[in-house]
């Protein structure tokens, strides 16, 4: 089983990503490949860019990943309440080659942030609109409070219930074959 995670951040020391590397260790028997969003940098998107660059490779790179893969976990960062510009661009270029962005794959949605909301608001948004572009939400969860409730120097949730929560959310990706 093949699975892709990626923080949908740029940050280099993203809360995010720290989140999705953990909740991927949590998958049994998976091959887990995590992206950095910065690898695949892009102008940002418009028509006339489309225009006059076409599709860029980088986009077509993003998509291959996910065509080829089993299953997907995404950490959201919430700017403002909604995606980072870096999300969102890489996203607009993708949609723009393959409307299905997500090629039907299952995935699991998360957020999180300093804050006691954790991102649930962009984790809304995301529920509602994966499905436009055929991805599969099988689970999805907030962790607020992330100082609070994630060990940095251990690399996992020290609460209990939230780490049970991830488990229980990540499992859902363990029966894709």
Not at 100 to 118: C, N
Not at 157 to 167: A, G, P, S, T
Request: glycine share 4%; hydrophobic share 40%.
């Amino acid at each position: 089983m093949n699975i892709i995670a990626f923080a949908a951040s740029s940050s280099r020391k993203s809360i995010n990503k720290q989140l999705v590397r953990y909740a991927s260790t949590l998958l049994d028997k998976a091959k887990v490949e995590v992206l950095d969003l910065n690898d695949y940098e892009l102008p940002l998107f418009s028509q006339d860019k489309e225009e006059e660059l076409g599709h860029p490779q980088l986009a077509k790179d993003f998509l291959a990943k996910i065509a080829n893969s089993d299953g997907i976990i995404i950490s959201f960062a919430e700017h403002n309440g909604s995606y980072t510009v870096a999300y969102k661009n890489i996203f607009d270029w993708c949609s723009r080659i393959e409307p299905k962005v997500f090629s039907d794959k299952p995935m699991v949605l998360l957020a999180t942030s300093p804050g006691a909301r954790g991102g649930a608001t962009v984790l809304a948004t995301a529920v509602q609109s994966v499905p436009r572009f055929k991805g599969i939400v099988k689970a999805s969860l907030s962790i607020p409070s992330f100082y609070d409730n994630f060990d940095a120097d251990k690399q996992c949730l020290k609460h209990e219930e939230l780490h049970e929560q991830l488990v229980d959310a990540v499992s859902h990706l363990n029966h894709l074959k």
